[in-house]
């Protein structure tokens, strides 16, 4: 390849090796075998946008730390575990994640444009998994249809932008069949890693009947480049509701200036953010993790500082597949005799009454 065609694979086409990665000046040479190592076990790929966004970001790490796989991730300790929030204890068949009574995650594939090194879905993504074959996916959508009490399908996967237009069109219009779904959520990658997807194609396949909610997942604020806003934007002015998922990781977000400016740079965007989610406890994945003490401490941070449009609910999926809880710091104590003791944003001690 001669250098002017390689300047244009470069651009175009996503790293998804660790010897790409060292001649990108991404890792070191010695860490090639070590990486190779980790690659085996847990699949990368890193887009051209996002390798763009780390070449501009004015703190890289914040952005590289989350793709460039570590050698720390050959480290595993005894409570991580392969399915750590237990999808595998809910899903009655291919496809299908119900947990809670009201909604169930629909999961067409595996494959998503960049494998995030602390994912708790990591064992099962990646570009070798099967996305449903047709007879599964008519099984998943039959299951759907015969639980009534379903409201809301979660689309998720891997990454449901990653379906092309059609095939996503095509799964939204079969949606749109069951009179008793009221909302399709889509949890997406997409709009941060590979924004160029979200063209007019992949929006007028979200434009069904049934009101699509987009959750974005992005963890920091420098992921937000030029063209993921236009992304975002394009996703707004077609009306969809935005949310925002992210993560709180250790070197990464873990920040109360770098929270305030992404919160604040998903709220100028359209973006309500949703959920600030506790790592959870994927294997090789200890590195990321904060103690529940630091993230409290954040979040309170936040709280009475940045407008409240900007306070997302800090969660924690409890390992074992028992439910996302919220785990921010708890601001009200009640006393025996039923009065209350309220904590003020700065720490200040308040009561109130018991109702009588
Ligand atoms: C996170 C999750 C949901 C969605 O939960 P919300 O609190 O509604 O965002 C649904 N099902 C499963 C299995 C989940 O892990
Ligand atoms: S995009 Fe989501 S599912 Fe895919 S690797 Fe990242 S966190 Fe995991």
């Known amino acids: ?136 996916l008519d099984a998943a959508l039959g ?63 979200l434009k069904r009947r049934t009101p699509v909610w987009v959750a974005i997942h992005v963890n920091h604020p420098d992921e937000l480049t030029t063209a993921a806003r236009r992304a975002c934007a394009a996703l707004a002015d077609a009306g969809l509701p935005l949310l925002s998922q992210s993560v709180l990781l250790k070197g990464v977000n873990d920040d109360a200036a770098v929270l305030t400016r992404l919160f604040r740079a998903l709220v100028a965007l359209r973006i309500k953010p949703y959920y600030l989610h506790h790592p959870d406890l994927a294997r090789g994945t200890g590195h990321f993790r904060p103690e529940i003490a630091d993230g409290q401490a954040l979040v309170a941070a936040l709280r009475g500082r940045v407008s409240g449009l900007c306070q997302p609910t800090y969660v924690l999926d409890i390992p074992g597949g028992f439910g996302k809880v919220p785990i921010g710091q708890c601001y009200l104590e009640t006393a025996e005799d039923g009065s209350h003791t309220v904590t003020d944003p700065d720490g200040g001690s308040h009561r109130y009454p018991r109702q009588v």
């Open 1 to 136: 390849m001669g250098d002017c065609e390689r300047a244009r694979a470069d651009k175009t086409t996503s790293i998804r090796t660790v010897a790409a990665l060292e001649q990108r000046g991404l890792i070191t040479a010695e860490a090639l075998a070590p990486l190779n190592e980790v690659a085996r076990r847990f699949a990368v790929s890193i887009t051209p946008a996002v390798l763009e966004a780390i070449a501009e970001a004015g703190q890289p790490d914040g952005i590289a730390r989350q793709y460039v796989p570590a050698v720390a991730e050959l480290a595993q300790c005894d409570d991580e575990r392969p399915d750590p929030i237990g999808d595998q204890h809910f899903s009655p068949l291919p496809g299908i994640v119900h947990r809670y009574p009201d909604r169930a995650l629909l999961k067409p594939l595996h494959v998503c444009p960049v494998y995030c090194r602390f994912c708790f879905r990591r064992e099962v993504v990646g570009p070798g998994s099967q996305a449903l074959t047709e007879a599964e």
């Open 143 to 205: 299951y759907i249809r015969d639980h009534p009490q379903i409201w809301e399908v979660i689309l998720t996967g891997g990454d449901p932008l990653m379906l092309s237009p059609r095939r996503l069109g095509a799964i939204m219009d079969r949606l749109d069949g069951i009179d008793h779904v009221g909302v399709v959520r889509l949890h997406t990658r997409v709009p941060v890693a590979d924004p160029e997807r979200v063209d007019e194609t992949a929006i007028t396949a």
